[in-house]
C-alpha cells in the first residue's frame, strides 16, 4: 500500500467511483434518482454510513477475528444505518419519507460491505477514513448526476430544497419513462458508456 | 476453543455497544420524531379528511385508552357541530404496517374520508395507496361497520393494480377501525358532548 491519504480519498471520486466504475450498490442507485435531491440525499446518508464503519472496521481490526469478520462488519453497519435513520426521522422528515425503504437497505449495500471487506480491514484508521469519504462522496455525485439527468428528461425539473425548479418551458412534454424502472437503466448504461469512451 | 470464545466476547460485546448507541439515540430523538409525524404524516391526511372543519382537528384532540392502547382522537367541527371524528388504525401491509387515518360522522356512522399515514410499500407500486387519491376515494360516505375485502378475496373493495396485500393491509385497517369504532362510540360521544 504505497498510495499517499489524498490519493486513497480521490480514487473514490473517478477512477474507482463506486456506481460506475465498480458498478456495486445498484439497488438503491436505480430506485431512488427520481430527482437530484433523492440522490444527494441518498449519498449522503450512505456517505455517513460508510465513514463510520470504515473508521470502526478499521480501528478493531485487530480485535476482529477473522471468521466472524462479516457478522462483525454488519452489525457495525447497522447500527450506523439505524443512527442514520432515526436522525432521518427527527430532522428531515420529508426526504425520509421518499427514500422510505431504502435508507434499512444500506446495511445490504455492497459498496458498504466491500469497503470494510476489501479496504478497512487491511489498512489504518486514517487511510480507511480518506477511501470511505472519497467513496461516499463519489456515491453521492454519481446519485446527483444519474438523479439530474433522470428529472430533468423525466419531469422537467430540478428539485433543490422540496422546490422542483421547472428547466423547460410549460410545452415541454416529459419522458416518462426516465422516471420508471427501464430510464434508470438506460440511464446508467449510457453514463457507463460515456466514462469508458472518455478513458480510451 | 479460545478461537471460539474469543469471537463470541467480541459479537456480543458489539452487539451490546450497537444496541446501547442505539438506545440512547432512540430515547434522544424520541419526542423530535413524533412531532414531525404528526405534522408531516397524519397532519395532512387529517386535515384532508376533515376538509371543511371550522376548528383546528389536531388541536382539538382527545385520547382514549383502548385494550390498553392510547389513541388520539381529532375533532371535526362542521356546521358548528362537533359531529366527526378522526383516528388512526393499522394493518399489515406487503413490508410492515399500513397506518390509516378514518375520519366518521357519529350522526350516520358513515366514513368522511380515509388517508394512509405511515406505510413502508414499495415505492411506485403499493406506496400508490397514499399518493393516488382515488384508492381511499371510493371509501367516502360507506358506513363504517362490518367487514372490508379486497374484490379478490370476495369483498368490495377496488384493489390497487399490482398492490394486492397494499390493499388488503388499507382492508384489514379498516374493518379495525370499524371494531374500535364500535367499542368506542359510546366514549367519543361522551368526549364530544363535553366538547360543546
Known sequence: ?200 | MREMIKMIVVLTILCSFSGGLLAAIRNGTKDKIETQQLTFVKGPAILAILEGASNAPIDDRFKIVDQGVERNFFIGVFDGKAGSVAFESSGKGFSGDIGIMVGVNISDDSIVGVGVTTHSETPGVGSKAKSDPSFVAQFKDKPLVGSFQVKSDGGQVDALSGATVTSRGVSVALTDAGAIYERLKPQIVEKLKVFK
Open chain 1, 1 to 200: 500500500m504505497a498510495k499517499t491519504i489524498a490519493q486513497e480519498f480521490t480514487k473514490g471520486l473517478w477512477s474507482e467511483i463506486p456506481p460506475f466504475r465498480l458498478v456495486l450498490g445498484l439497488c438503491p442507485v436505480l430506485a431512488v434518482t427520481k430527482t437530484v435531491e433523492n440522490g444527494i440525499g441518498m449519498g449522503l446518508a450512505t456517505t455517513f454510513v460508510l465513514v463510520c464503519s470504515n473508521i470502526l472496521v478499521s480501528s478493531l481490526r485487530k480485535a476482529i477475528p477473522n471468521k466472524v469478520r462479516i457478522a462483525c462488519f454488519i452489525i457495525i453497519i447497522a447500527t450506523f444505518v439505524t443512527v442514520v435513520e432515526l436522525v432521518m426521522q427527527a430532522y428531515t422528515y420529508p426526504l425520509f419519507l421518499k427514500l422510505g425503504i431504502f435508507i434499512p437497505l444500506i446495511v445490504v449495500n455492497c459498496i458498504v460491505l466491500g469497503r470494510s471487506e476489501a479496504f478497512a480491514f487491511k489498512n489504518g484508521v486514517v487511510a480507511s477514513f480518506a477511501d470511505g469519504l472519497g467513496m461516499g462522496i463519489g456515491f453521492t455525485l454519481s446519485l446527483a448526476a444519474l438523479g439530474a439527468v433522470r428529472e430533468l428528461f423525466g419531469s422537467g425539473t430540478l428539485t433543490i430544497w422540496e422546490t422542483p425548479i421547472q428547466i423547460f418551458g410549460p410545452s415541454f412534454q416529459p419522458f416518462t419513462f426516465m422516471i420508471e424502472a427501464p430510464g434508470a437503466f438506460i440511464c446508467l448504461g449510457l453514463m457507463l458508456c460515456v466514462m469508458n469512451m472518455t478513458e480510451k
